[in-house]
């Protein structure tokens, strides 16, 4: 398949939208310089996140994933991003088609920005870049 007809979906959430929209604007330019237009559905949270990447699955060649868990006082992250981990591992699996993971799990509102590429790097872009090279090596298995 030549690289810019694969169809890439973005599942994005809105949770933390100062964070997640910077990763999602990363993941938007990486996918672009490689001549792909993806498309984009927001969710309310991460935890609707693997809902919505199923669906697209049945379209799409591969999904990015994008979120911002923020660490708390409790253990409720953890077990979010445990949980949609998990979810996401096994779509990929039974679909047979890459989900790649830009959900970061930053400790505090720093952390966020500088993953999300408001100081340097955004994980948005590497995990859409990671997309990419995953559906190389596929396409060459």
Do not use: Y
């Amino acid at each position: 398949m030549g690289k810019s007809s694969r169809k890439v979906a973005i599942v994005v959430s809105r949770w933390n939208e100062l964070v997640t929209s910077a990763l999602r604007d990363g993941a938007i330019d990486e996918l672009k310089s490689a001549g792909i237009k993806a498309k984009v559905v927001e969710v309310p949270g991460t935890w609707e996140v693997p809902i919505v990447a199923q669906k697209l699955l049945q379209s799409h060649d591969g999904v990015v994933a994008l979120g911002c868990i923020m660490q708390g006082a409790t253990n409720h992250a953890g077990l979010l991003a445990g949980d949609v981990s998990s979810a996401l591992m096994k779509l990929m699996m039974e679909s047979g088609k890459p989900i790649t993971w830009g959900i970061i799990t930053p400790e505090t509102a720093e952390q966020a920005f500088e993953r999300a590429g408001l100081k340097m790097g955004n994980k948005g872009r590497e995990a859409a870049g990671a997309l990419l090279s995953v559906m190389d090596a596929l396409d060459e298995s």
